[in-house]
């Protein structure tokens, strides 16, 4: 029972430096979204997918990129790592329009020095 | 974007207590969602609320859905040290984007 699985659990990045959060899914959920939690607060939305070939900016989503070529990925990418971006990202499925099918993953936490 | 505010923002208490948390908005919202963030983890979806008034329990817990739609209640019965961690509300929009509170961080001492 796979789920969502995100990839690397941890990272230290420096400033300026580029890298890719990876996030697959193995239950043929066409929605898939990019959340970053900061210290003590709730989850915000950065970008999110309803199926391969459509993105779309959440909340927070400045400083990142993302791509869906595919129905099972959902890759994150920063391009130039800033002190801001230290946060712990979540990546999440879901099967369609009701909230009560998200599910996500441990979580990536990221460190930006 | 909306803005959910829960209270407490933290709670200590003993085992065996009942807790009770809130989450209010100044928006009208057609489903409410409760969410638990263990340690280290995403968050896992506790109770879901779909019409004003509704009253819908999952074993110890029990959560309402405000009759002005505005808000939310999350009770636990008779505490536990595995409740401990963070309890959130959250309402859906389109294409199921989750709009999350500010959070409730429960401690439970023996």
């Known amino acids: 029972n796979a789920g969502v699985t995100q990839t690397p659990k941890f990272r230290i990045l420096k400033i300026g430096q580029s890298m890719t959060l990876q996030c697959t899914q193995d239950?043929?959920?066409?929605?898939m979204y990019w959340y970053r939690q900061d210290p003590g607060m709730g989850l915000k939305l950065i970008y999110y997918?309803?199926?391969?070939?459509?993105?779309d900016k959440g909340e927070v989503p400045n400083g990142y990129n993302v791509s869906r070529s595919t129905t099972e990925d959902f890759p994150l990418r920063l391009e130039l790592a800033a002190p801001s971006q230290t946060s712990v990202y979540f990546c999440?499925?879901?099967?369609?329009?009701?909230?009560?099918?998200?599910?996500f993953g441990e979580g990536s936490w990221l460190t930006v020095v | 974007g909306q803005q959910l505010n829960q209270s407490p923002q933290s709670m200590f208490i003993q085992e065996g207590e009942d807790v009770s948390m809130n989450c209010t908005s100044s928006?009208?919202?057609?489903?409410w969602l409760w969410y638990k963030q263990d340690p280290g983890e995403g968050p896992v979806l506790l109770i879901a609320?779909?019409?004003?008034?509704e009253l819908t329990s999952n074993g110890r817990l029990t959560a309402q859905f405000g009759i002005t739609r505005k808000d939310s209640f999350l009770n636990i019965s008779a505490s536990i040290p595995s409740d401990v961690g963070i309890y959130f509300c959250?309402?859906?929009?389109?294409?199921?984007?989750?709009?999350f509170g500010t959070g409730t961080r429960l401690q439970v001492t023996l």
């Open positions: 999440a499925s879901s099967h369609g329009e009701h909230g009560n099918t998200i599910y």
């Open positions: 239950m043929n959920h066409n929605y």
């Open positions: 997918s309803v199926g391969a070939g459509i993105t």
């Open positions: 928006s009208i919202f057609n489903t």
């Open positions: 609320l779909y019409k004003a008034g």
């Open positions: 959250a309402i859906t929009g389109t294409a199921s984007k989750l709009t």
